[in-house]
Structure formats: structure tokens, C-alpha cells
């Protein structure tokens, strides 16, 4: 449980519990998954939206030790949560003048461009020392990492990499959720040949859906997010995984509306006929997109309630004609992420993708913690 005060408690117009307990289970799994290859932890923005505070240290209890962030301010940010013995990689690579800051912290920058690699190594030279690295190839997604002509021009001009310790040598899938993509086979080709130019340097390939794919796409070190958190690796397949969050949302107001009323914003929804209405005190800018207007729900008892009408910023307006009379109460809560609708189902009818809801959560829920110990 998270420690905070009774007020805010009481106060808070929605809970998102977050299950560490359930977070822990899915790393031990997606290890015994990826074994004899390890798994690192990919626990960039605020571990996709659910508090990298808390969810590193569980992380790094369960005995994980590589932790991957996008950006060095993440870097900055979670190092003291860390023991020392935990590494922490910036998978987009460092800006120019951050590398002194960057080789202080100790902290591990992905190197995505020859200008790079030279920042990374004029650093090391200039300290006497030798710092390390993962080096980052792109074999077909086209967004960050080496070009395979540079890798050539870096193996043609080995004092290139003068005074660093490639660690790591990585890639990404651009399709690794859809296991059929013939992209997959070819990234697996590419990486191999550059691979093989590294022998030294241990192969991080596998995102969450990558784990999934099949042995030869494991690697040495995993770097799974999604799956973690509760998020379906593969599209259209069963999700393997433990739920970790649960949403649910306080009623602020009940009513009843004769046939012909128009409901929310632009008056998007009219009434056939009479309607029993609930309006939650969640709207999109608690992370519930607008896109769920009209067509995405909330649950009840086991009931599911239609969201009619817009979207609202702070609230959202449920069909409850479906429940007896008297059933659902001021200060109820329904469940938008839960047993009845998972995070991918939620995603689904928002025409989105589980890492955007995820990382969209608000700021104004109760956030409850359940320990990996207790429960
Ligand atoms: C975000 C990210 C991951 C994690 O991907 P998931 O699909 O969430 O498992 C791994 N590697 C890189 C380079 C990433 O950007």
C-alpha cells in the first residue's frame, strides 16, 4: 500500500491499484520464458505510467539487474532507487554533453550514431578509462541505431571505438507482435551478420513479443515492457500474462431521462427512450480517451454499462439502465480495468494499444501499491 494520507484517500475520485505482487510473477515467467537468456526490464516513462519508483526495486528484488529507460533524465531519475549493483541503459543514446554526466552516474547509454560512439569514447579517453556501451543497430525499423554501412566504416576504423567496452550489442523489431510478419525473419538475418562482427559482446534482441517468437530471437539479455505490466506480447493471441493494474472509478451522480435527451458534449447521444444515467468522475484527462465515446464501457456487478455521450474531461456518462433500480450508489465504483475488461480490451474499443492506456493513466487516482509479499 501506498503511504498517503487518509484525506487524499477519501478524497480520490478513482483507485488504480497496482498489483507488484502480479508484476513479479510476469518477470519470473518471461525469465523462465527467455532462460538460459536473461531478462532485463524496460521501465521507460515511469514504468510505462505505473511509478518506477516502485516498480524497479520490485523488479530488482525478483533479481533483476539491467533496466533500460529511453531518455538520461529517466537515468537521473531512477538511480537512487537502485543498488549499486543494478546496471541502467538509455536506449535513445545520450545529446550531445550529457556523456560526462552520463559516465558520473555510471549509467550505460545505448550509442545510436558514429557521433555518438565519438562523444562516448573522446569521454573515456579524456578520463583515462575505459566506459561501456551497448551499440545499437538498426536491421530495419529505421529509427534509431546504426546503419550496416556504418557498422563497416566502425569495424574499418576499430580506434573508433577506442577506449569503450561494447557490452551490448542490440536491435529492435518493428513486428515482433505479429509473429507471421516476414520483417521479423529479416531483422533476424541482419542482426545475426552484424553479430557475428561482435563476437565478444553479449545479444539483446527481444522485446516482450520477441521473447515469444522463438528461441533464436532471445538473444543473451531480453528487454521486455509490456508484458510485465500485464500487456498482451502478441496481437490476437491469448495474453499469457498477469493483470497488474485495475481501474476503478467513483459515481458522482445518478438519474433518470424521459426519451429524447441529449446527453454530453455536442449532444452525441440522444435518448430512444427512458434511460437510467451515471456520471464517474474519470474523463480524459485521467488517461480515458476520448476515442471511447460512445462505444467503450465500464462494469458493474458483473454488468456491462455503455458509455454514452462524449468523453468529458473529468467525467463520463454510463448507461445504467441494465441494473436494477437502486443498485448502483453515489460513491460505488465501477471497474474500467479489471476482470470484466482487460487493459487490451479497454485499448481495443479506445482504437488504441495497451502501452497508451498504460502510460496515459492520470495523476488524480488513488495509486494503492500491493506488495509482492503481502496478500
Ligand atoms: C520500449 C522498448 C522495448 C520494450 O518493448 P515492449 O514491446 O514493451 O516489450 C524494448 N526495446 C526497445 C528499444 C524499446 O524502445
Redesign the pocket.
Known sequence: MSVRSDIESRAACGVLTIDLKALVSNYDFLCRQTAPAKAAA?V?ADAYGLGVAHVAPALYEAGCRDF?V?HFIEAVRLKPYLASDARILV?NGLMPGSEGDCADLGVVPVLNSLEQVANWSATAKARNTVLAAALQVDTGMSRLGLEPAEVDALLAEPERLGSIHVDIIMS?LACGDEPAHAANARQLARMGAVRSRFPDAKLSFA???GIFLGEDYRGDLA?????LYGGAPLAGAENPMHQVVRLEVGVVQTRTVPAGSEIGYGASFVAKSEMRLATIAAGYADGLPRHLSNTGAAWFGGVRLPIVGRVSMDSIILDITALEPGTLKIGDMVELIGPHQTLEMIAANAGTIS?EILTSLGRRYERRYLSPAAR
Do not use: D, Q, T
Not at 528487454?223 to 508484458?227: D, E, F, H, K, T
Open positions: 524496460v521507460k533500460f529511453a536506449l529492435h522485446n516482450s513479443a528487454r521486455p515492457g509490456i508484458a502501452y
